[in-house]
């Protein structure tokens, strides 16, 4: 069985702060993961994805995310939070021919 | 390119009717898939097709129906409209639907179910 789970449904940092969303999968195929933003009334924008060449990926705007097998995560940081980054954060799964969604997680940053 | 687009952006309809939403790929795309996004569900994948044929479904009734034309473009079919059928309904295309391509994902139809 293949799931997704977005720890904490809300985030509030500082700007300047470190972001830190974080996912844990569960799989029993190789997965492929991703991480999609998505501003309020618009659709999924893509920031980084997973595919098994290079654990750590690096995104857009910044965002960078580390694949840890051992732990099942797939955990999406940016150093330096701008007002700009406010906005739903989404871990995705697929593999298998399922695309499954985290529950997404609200980033919230405060001046 | 231009990005995926989909129309109409925003609809209301009453219980018992019935929705036609439409979904135009990114040129050269041939999947496209559709996901319902609500704030007690998330987002839920409702279905894919590619080349024409329906590949993959998710766990939704028989009242949401989809197709997809030679051209790629896409539509999807909700019958007997229900109050929590109100959603926002998201396509995404990608070249051919394999799990490790990035999905584009247009802006979504808000859907008010009365």
């Known amino acids: 069985a293949q799931s997704v789970t977005q720890l904490g449904s809300h985030v509030s940092v500082s700007e300047g702060a470190l972001v830190l969303l974080r996912c844990n999968y569960s799989s029993s195929v190789p997965p492929y993961l991703f991480w999609y933003v998505q501003y309020p009334n618009q659709g999924l924008q893509l920031l980084l994805k997973y595919t098994s060449a290079a654990t750590l990926v690096k995104g857009i705007n910044g965002f960078e995310a580390e694949f840890k097998k051992s732990e099942t995560s797939f955990h999406l940081t940016k150093p330096s939070a701008h007002m700009s980054d406010a906005a739903e954060y989404f871990c995705?799964?697929?593999?298998?021919?399922?695309?499954?969604f985290g529950a997404g997680t609200r980033l919230f940053v405060k001046a | 390119k231009a990005g995926v687009t989909q129309t109409p952006r925003y609809l209301i309809k009453t219980r018992g009717q019935q929705v036609t939403l439409s979904c135009s790929p990114i040129?050269?795309?041939?999947?496209v898939s559709w996901y319902q996004q609500t704030p007690g569900q998330g987002l839920q994948f409702l279905f894919e097709?590619?080349?024409?044929?329906?590949?993959n479904k998710g766990n939704f009734p028989g009242r949401f129906s989809g197709r997809q034309f030679s051209n790629s473009r896409s539509e999807m079919n909700v019958s007997t409209l229900e109050l929590g059928d109100s959603a926002l309904y998201l396509c995404a295309s990608s070249s051919t639907g394999t799990a490790v391509e990035t999905q584009y994902f247009g802006p979504g139809t808000r859907l008010l179910v009365l």
């Open positions: 097709y590619f080349s024409e044929t329906q590949r």
């Open positions: 995705v799964l697929t593999g298998g021919f399922k695309t499954i």
């Open positions: 040129s050269g795309h041939r999947s």
